[in-house]
């Protein structure tokens, strides 16, 4: 069994800083691209940013210079570290991670995602 289990959402204020982190943990043989995605409440999921196994990044265009995505592959982790943070980031934030992994039925690669961390920017 293979899970993604994301923390560091919280309140914080406009102008604020937070730090997620999103570790995957089980018999994982490759992880390739991971990402972050936001949801808002009555809005569809979006990517906020991406990285890739070889360390490649893109960003959705209204958390460029704000959002860093970084990933340690030792620990099969990534972090989206956010500053300037504003009323609009809110929202439920997801980890994604493209991974080959060991299941019942034997290796398997698949889209998996984290249960989400709420991020609340408000004064």
């Known amino acids: 069994q293979v899970q993604l289990v994301e923390s560091g959402g919280g309140l914080v204020q406009p102008g604020g800083s937070l730090r997620l982190t999103c570790a995957a943990s089980?018999?994982?043989?490759?992880?390739?691209?991971m990402g972050w995605y936001h949801q808002a409440p009555g809005k569809q999921r979006e990517l906020v940013a991406a990285i890739t196994s070889g360390g490649g990044t893109n960003y959705a265009d209204s958390v460029k210079g704000r959002f860093t995505i970084s990933r340690d592959y030792a620990r099969n982790t990534v972090y989206l570290q956010m500053n300037s943070l504003k009323p609009e980031d809110t929202a439920v934030y997801y980890c994604?991670?493209?991974?080959?992994?060991?299941?019942?039925?034997?290796?398997?690669?698949?889209?998996?995602w984290g249960q989400g961390t709420q991020v609340t920017v408000s004064s």
């Open positions: 994604n991670a493209d991974i080959t992994y060991l299941s019942e039925s034997g290796r398997r690669r698949n889209d998996l």
């Open positions: 089980g018999s994982i043989f490759s992880i390739y691209a």
